[in-house]
């Protein structure tokens, strides 16, 4: 069935951060197309029944690099896709096709608050990668709400831009389960509880910042909510959400 597809792509990287979550890479096969930071390819492998079987995901790699398409995926056990993706080995044969979507940064000169669950972390690393090598500078506050602290990917990389100061980056991320992280010393709880004390501290505010939202749709609704009472209005808060609120399969991606 694979190799009777016209593919138009091949999976060229897989680095697995643990188990069930992946930075993997796919390579266009023809002209690449470009695409804005935040926005989404659509892959596709065909199934069983012999069907092409789609689902959008948020480029992580910089706009300006089109060699292959980076992106941060979770296997999601009983899931159509992703079973699929984790079957396959590097060089194997996948369709893309790109760029879609409107979670891009706006131009209104705020500080950005970006607030991302599990992989939701893909859209904000395109982002922060291409205003690096744009040399482009804009206040940034990264909050990244994971389970365990094993599930930080790309840890390492934001902390050397904020402490090497390749931007104005202020990095934090919070483990819900931290009984199960006897190494981890930082945040805890599920990104949504610690947002608002986040606010505060930081001295972020409907006048100075816009908040950006990725991933698991009840950490936006949540958040939503308390920026809705604290006076953002609908503009200042942008979201993706990866799949239909209530419709959360598994463990949860926090
Ligand atoms: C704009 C956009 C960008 C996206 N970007 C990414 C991305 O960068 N990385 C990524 O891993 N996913 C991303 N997703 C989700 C992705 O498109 C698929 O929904 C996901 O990979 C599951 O696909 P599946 O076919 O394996 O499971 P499906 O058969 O589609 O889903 C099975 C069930 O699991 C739920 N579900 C889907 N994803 C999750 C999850 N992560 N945790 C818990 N429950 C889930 C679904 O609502 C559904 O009820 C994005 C979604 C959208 C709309």
């Given at each position: ?105 706006q131009?209104d000169g705020r500080t950005c608050l970006f607030i ?23 206040d940034i506050h990264?909050l ?26 202020a ?24 947002f608002e004390a986040e606010l505060d501290r930081r001295g972020l505010t409907a006048d100075n910042c816009t908040i950006y ?10 958040v939503e909510?308390v920026a809705t009472e604290r006076g953002f209005p609908p503009e200042q808060v ?17």
């Amino acid at each position: 069935m694979v190799e009777d597809y016209p593919y138009n792509g091949r999976l060229s990287r897989w680095d697995e951060v643990v188990d069930g979550l992946a930075i993997v890479a796919v390579q266009a096969l023809a002209e690449p197309f470009p695409f804005a930071p935040g926005q989404y390819a659509t892959l596709g492998l065909v199934g069983e029944s012999g069907k092409l079987i789609q689902r959008p995901m948020s480029i992580s790699s910089p706009a300006d690099d089109l060699s292959e398409y980076e992106f941060f995926i979770r296997h999601v056990h009983g899931g159509e896709f992703t079973p699929l993706l984790w079957q396959i080995r590097v060089g194997d044969p996948i369709n893309i096709k790109g760029a879609k979507g409107k979670f891009v940064l706006q131009d209104d000169g705020r500080t950005c608050l970006f607030i991302a669950s599990g992989t939701g972390l893909a859209p904000f690393m395109s982002m922060l990668e291409t205003l690096i090598d744009r040399r482009e500078r804009r206040d940034i506050h990264l909050l990244h709400g994971v389970s365990h602290d094993s599930d930080l990917a790309w840890r390492d990389r934001l902390t050397e831009i904020a402490q090497a100061d390749l931007l104005p980056l202020a990095y934090a991320g919070t483990v819900s389960r931290p009984q199960a992280c006897p190494n981890w010393d930082g945040l805890t709880g599920r990104v949504e509880s610690v947002f608002e004390a986040e606010l505060d501290r930081r001295g972020l505010t409907a006048d100075n910042c816009t908040i950006y939202l990725c991933g698991n749709p009840d950490m936006i609704s949540a958040v939503e909510e308390v920026a809705t009472e604290r006076g953002f209005p609908p503009e200042q808060v942008r979201k993706e959400l990866y799949w239909p609120k209530g419709r959360s399969h598994g463990p949860p991606n926090d």
